[in-house]
């Protein structure tokens, strides 16, 4: 089945410093990959996603994503941080052979200090 | 436009009651449907997933089972609860093409005591 790994459980930057979440999948077949945001107590909401089409992805709020298939990563990525960025994030990837069933990444947390 | 419905945003039960939580979409027919658990300082668990009414995927054995009776309407439910199934539940759906993002309600903060 495939599965993700996210790198940091937790990562703390600056404002105004760039942003790196990393994220690496498993996936038997051509997989679809998503990045969502979850502020406390919140649902999810999509950042952005990756579906077999460019393999740099411009996302919502700044963020970016690039699909590097021969290193199996799919890292977010922003320029600037900003205060209201600290949040949750969590890397998904699904594929065709898996029914399209979606496998989340345990999460980093994103703190942004003033 | 779809939305997603997901109800009660708290819930704190008693250890040993029994559980259930609704969710319901609209917009859309014949949606994929899923249930998460997120305990704190985890990440997302996928529990049960439907393609379609009747047909449940087990993710995890627990105590816990779901239902879809209807097209748009996916259930969570649980005998008796124990006190390990406090957590945050997310109900999710993606449409049945493939390759598509799944969109979440706003989540059930359960607290079992």
């Known amino acids: 089945a495939q599965s993700v790994t996210q790198l940091d459980s937790h990562v703390s930057v600056s404002e105004g410093t760039p942003v790196l979440l990393r994220c690496n999948y498993s996936?038997?077949?051509?997989?679809?990959l998503f990045w969502y945001v979850q502020h406390p107590n919140k649902g999810l909401q999509l950042l952005l996603k990756?579906?077999?089409?460019?393999?740099l992805v411009k996302g919502i709020n700044g963020f970016e994503a690039e699909f590097k298939k021969s290193e199996t990563s799919f890292h977010l990525t922003k320029p600037s941080a900003h205060m209201s960025d600290a949040a949750e994030y969590f890397c998904?990837?699904?594929?065709?052979?898996?029914?399209?069933?979606?496998?989340f990444g345990a999460g980093t947390r994103l703190t942004v200090k003033p | 436009s779809q939305t997603i419905h997901q109800w009660p945003a708290t819930l704190v039960q008693p250890v040993g009651s029994p559980l259930s939580l609704e969710c319901t979409v609209e917009?859309?027919?014949?949606?994929?449907l899923y249930w998460y658990r997120q305990a704190a300082g985890r990440g997302l668990q996928l529990l049960f997933y439907?393609?379609?009414?009747?047909?449940i995927s087990s993710e995890v054995p627990q105590n816990l089972s779901a239902s879809r009776p209807q097209d748009r309407q996916f259930i969570l439910s649980s005998k008796k609860l124990l006190l390990s199934d406090s957590g945050f539940y997310l109900c999710?759906?993606?449409?049945?093409?493939?390759?598509?993002?799944?969109?979440f309600g706003q989540g059930t903060r359960l607290t079992v005591v």
């Open positions: 917009g859309t027919s014949n949606p994929n």
């Open positions: 439907s393609v379609g009414i009747g047909q």
């Open positions: 998904v990837v699904s594929d065709l052979v898996n029914n399209n069933d979606m496998r």
């Open positions: 990756y579906t077999s089409a460019a393999t």
């Open positions: 999710a759906w993606s449409s049945e093409r493939m390759n598509t993002e799944a969109f």
């Open positions: 996936s038997s077949y051509s997989p679809s």
